[in-house]
């Protein structure tokens, strides 16, 4: 499996890779499903826009203690593989759904984020833009953070309901009907659009990996699926580029 993986890169001209919350758990980010992620704590509604808009204390609170620790978080061998891969040339793009930032942290240049980015702020009225430093002494004194112009203060995150940033799944779509592989890496592939794109990358007849540690909502359309660790797996192979 690990060989097989290793030729399937080594033959591609046009790797792009999937990612999802299962990449930031080794680095201490809890994932939506997982049996002691997000889901196991806090209601799914926590990332719905109209329970934002309905409750923003209750958001800010939970952004507090959950969303903004991730940008202090640091990358892991997963994200740092990912980045040598692209740098040697191996990988095209990653594509992520992640908010936390942490493949350009591992040095990754060629990114889509397909749910935005949780270090970046905005206004919900004027469109000002504001840093989570900001948000942070915002935080310290008030509930909830507003604009100069009285707007609500909003992450540059997609919530569930809204659409994602058009130009990210223009990328997305045009990687997908180019690679003639796709390496999905921790996700559940039950979160659309994203999960579309493996599908449109293997109707066009690319090799579709999934790589998780438990099932996913695409397994049936797969070449390969690697039901591992990604850590365990992902220093395996990456010892064998390198020997
Ligand atoms: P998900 O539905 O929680 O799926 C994650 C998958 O990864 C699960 O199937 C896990 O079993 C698997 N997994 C977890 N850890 C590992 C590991 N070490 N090795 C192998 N597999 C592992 O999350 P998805 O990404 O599929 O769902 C998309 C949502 C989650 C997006 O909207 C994200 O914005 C959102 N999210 C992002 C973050 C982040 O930015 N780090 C954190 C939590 C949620």
Not at 143 to 157: F, M, Q, S, T
Not at 180 to 192: A, H, I, N
Request: a negative charge; hydrophobic letters at 40%.
């Amino acid at each position: 499996m690990y060989q097989e993986f290793v030729d399937l890169l080594r033959q591609s001209s046009y790797c792009v890779v999937l990612t999802g919350a299962g990449v930031s758990t080794p680095s201490g980010i809890p994932d939506f499903r997982s049996p002691t992620g997000l889901y196991s704590k806090y209601p799914q509604e926590i990332f719905d826009i109209d329970y934002f808009y309905s409750s923003p204390a209750s958001f800010y609170s939970f952004c507090k203690e959950v969303l903004l620790p991730m940008i202090d978080a640091q990358p892991n061998l997963v994200h740092e593989f990912l980045a040598w891969l692209e740098e040697r040339g191996y990988v095209k793009v990653v594509i992520t759904q992640n908010i936390d930032g942490l493949h350009q942290k591992a040095g990754s240049k060629d990114v889509v984020e397909l749910h935005g980015n949780i270090s970046r702020f905005k206004c919900d009225k004027c469109g000002k833009l504001y840093d989570h430093n900001w948000v942070r002494r915002e935080l310290e004194k008030k509930a909830v953070p507003h604009c100069l112009c009285g707007g609500l203060i909003r992450p540059d995150i997609v919530f569930f309901k809204e659409s994602l940033p058009w130009e990210a799944v223009n990328m997305a779509e045009m990687h997908s009907l180019s690679c003639d592989l796709m390496v999905v890496m921790g996700s559940s592939l039950v979160v659309y659009p994203a999960a579309s794109f493996p599908i449109l990358a293997k109707k066009n007849g690319a090799k579709l990996v999934i790589i998780n540690n438990s099932e996913t909502g695409l397994d049936f359309l797969c070449d390969l699926k690697i039901e591992k660790d990604l850590v365990e797996f992902c220093s395996q192979v990456w010892k064998m580029f390198q020997s």
